[in-house]
């Protein structure tokens, strides 16, 4: 039997860009059309990738605004964030690029295992407001992972999650490589 990893992963993202619509996907394998705002929620789920088992442990938040603080629980014992924003609002992802400038200067200079997700991408061309290049550039400034996403979609929400872990799995072999450590 391969050892298990745990992963805490947290979701943050503006008010109803999807984040709590993508976790249910992934999670339940289900999209429910009525909006209903989180709280602060919590999701399990087993999943095996290559030969490596993982207990994910994903904390969907009520969403983030400008004048939002970063609070510790976000910070501590977190091993990545998928960072949510919708392509049909350009706010969610100005707040997006704002939500990363306080999860920095909270944890210091350490490389951060991210997904970006730009989510919507259903929606008809018309209401599009943000491109998919500026999520890439924004993306690739910050040295993280990229994808646009729509929850109805049960694949690219499981590529969301699947894609945390193993951008969690690379920043810390490439930290222990630095260092020459060993993870136990
Ligand atoms: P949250 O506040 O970020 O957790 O957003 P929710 O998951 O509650 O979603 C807000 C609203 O957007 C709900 O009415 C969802 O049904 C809808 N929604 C979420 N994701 C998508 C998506 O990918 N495509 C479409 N068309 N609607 C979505």
């Not at 709590?20 to 989180?38: I, R």
């Not at 999520?135 to 993280?144: E, N, P, T, V």
């Not at 072999?173 to 630095?178: A, D, M, T």
Request: charged share 25%.
């Amino acid at each position: 039997m391969p050892l298990t990893k745990f992963r805490k992963v947290v979701i943050l993202g503006y008010c109803s860009v999807g984040k709590s619509s993508l976790a249910l996907q992934f999670v339940k394998g289900d999209f429910n059309e009525d909006y209903d705002p989180t709280i602060q929620n919590t999701w399990s789920k087993t999943l095996v990738i290559g030969f490596d088992e993982y207990d994910l442990q994903l904390m969907d938040t009520a969403g983030q605004d400008e004048y939002s603080l970063m609070p510790h629980s976000f910070v501590l014992c977190i091993h990545g964030y998928v960072l949510v924003y919708s392509v049909t609002s350009l706010k969610s992802f100005q707040i997006a690029n704002e939500i990363h400038a306080k999860l920095q200067e909270k944890r210091g200079k350490s490389r951060m295992p991210i997904v970006l997700v730009g989510n919507k991408n259903d929606l008809p061309s018309h209401n599009r407001e943000v491109k998919m290049e500026d999520g890439k550039k924004l993306a690739d400034s910050w040295g993280a992972a990229f994808m646009e996403a729509s929850a109805k979609d049960s694949e690219k929400s499981h590529l969301i999650f699947t894609k945390i872990i193993e951008e969690i799995d690379r920043v810390e072999s490439s930290f222990c490589y630095k260092r020459k450590c060993q993870v136990m």
